[in-house]
C-alpha cells in the first residue's frame, strides 16, 4: 500500500471515529437534557368509535426549541394575528402548500417528531380481542400476548368479518360492544351477544364461526372482564399519549414535562398518569417483544394549555392533522386529491413504525415482528406497579 493510501485511509478511519464520537456525545447529552414535550392529536371522537366522517385519530408529540417552532411557523406565512390551524389552512390552496412547506422541513424528522395513528374501526375489533376473548383465555391458563396471537386474531377478525358475513350486522356488532363499553349495563350487554350471535348466524364458512364462538363464549366471563374497565378505555388518546411518554422516556432519561393541548378526557385521566409517573418505585421493563416498555414513565410535569400560549403546540397541531389527513385518505382511496397526493410523497411511515393500531395481513410472529423473546405479561404486572404506586405529586399539581 502506498503511502498516500494510508493516509487517506487513517483519515477516513479518524472521521469515521470523530462522527461515532459525536453521536455519542450527543445521545449522552439527551440523557441528561429535561426538555418540554408539547403534545396534540387530530380525529378524536372521544370513546365514540364509530364515526365516518372522523376514521382515524392521529396524536403527534414534539420536541422544539422557541427558535425552532418559530422557524416551521414562519413557513405558514400566515396573517392571523393569534394562532395558525390545519383546519383553516387545508380550505386554500395557499393553506395547503404552507402545510406542505412545513411538513417538508428538515426539523420534521424522527428524532424530534412522533406520532401514533389509530383506524377507529379496527381499534374496535382490537378492544373485542383484548378485553373479552384476552381476559377469558387468560383464565383458562392461556396467555394471548405471546407471539401477538391477539394482533394476529385482530387482523383475522377485521377482514373476515365484513367478507363471510353480513357487514352490516357486523356494524351492529361493532356499535353494540362501543355502547357496552361505555354504559356496561345488562341491556346494553346483552345487544352485544344478540349482535354476535346474529355475525355468527350470517356467515357460513365454518372456521369463521368457530372464531366467532370465542366471542360468544366470554359471555360468562363479561360481567368479570368489564369490571375494571374505565368507561372511557376506548378512547385513543390515552393508550397514545402512554406509547408516547414511554418512548420519549428511552431517549430523556432524566425525564421531560408534558404540554398537551387542552383535553378534558386526558385532564380526568390525570391521576392514573400521576401513577405511571411514580418515580419513587425501581424501573422495570413489562410486556414482550417489539411491544416492550419502561415503567415509571418518565413525566415530571404535565400540563394542559392553550395553544395560543405556545407555538410548539401550533406545530404538533398542523403535524397530528396532517398524518390524520394523509392516513384518511389511504382509507377512502383519496387519490384525486392535491394535499393527500403532496403529503404522500413525504414518506411519513418512517415516522410510524409501530404506533400504529392498523390491520395488516399478516398473521405470523415473523411477519408482525412478535417473536417470543422473554419478557413478562403487562397485563397482569401493571396492575402490581399501580397498586404500589404513590401519585407523583408534581403531576398532579401542574
Known sequence: MGQNSKLKREAKVRARNKDKSKVRASISKKKEFIPTIYFDESGNTGSNLIDDNQPVFTLASCVFSDFEAKKLIDLIKSKSPNEVHFKNLQRRQSGKDAIISLMSSNLIEPSKVKISLFLKDFMIVSKIVDILI???????????????????????????????????????????FVEMVRTQDDVSINNFYSAAKDVKDSTKEVELQRNINLILDTEKYVYDALENIDKTSLDPSIPAVFLHCAQWGEIYSKGFHIVHDDSHTLEKQKEIFAQFMDWTQDEKEYGYDRRKFKLPLKGKSFRFENSMDHIQI??????????????????????????????????????????????????????????????????????????????????LKS
Request: hydrophobic share 40%.
Open 314 to 395: 401550533q406545530v404538533a397541531d398542523i403535524i397530528a392533522s396532517s398524518f390524520r389527513y394523509w392516513a384518511a385518505g389511504k382509507v377512502i382511496n383519496n387519490e384525486d386529491d392535491y394535499l393527500y397526493q403532496e403529503l404522500d410523497k413525504l414518506d411519513l411511515d418512517k415516522f410510524i413504525g409501530h404506533n400504529i393500531i392498523w390491520p395488516t395481513h399478516d398473521v405470523t410472529p415473523e411477519a408482525l415482528g412478535t417473536v417470543h423473546d422473554g419478557g413478562i405479561n403487562a397485563a397482569d404486572n401493571v396492575p402490581d406497579f399501580l397498586a404500589k404506586a404513590i401519585p407523583n405529586p408534581n403531576i
Open 134 to 176: 384476552e381476559h377469558m383465555m387468560h383464565i383458562n391458563g392461556e396467555d394471548l400476548y405471546i407471539n401477538g396471537r391477539n394482533i394476529a386474531l385482530s387482523n383475522m377478525l377485521y377482514y373476515c368479518l365484513p367478507s363471510f358475513s353480513n357487514p352490516e350486522t357486523v356494524q351492529s356488532m361493532y356499535k353494540s
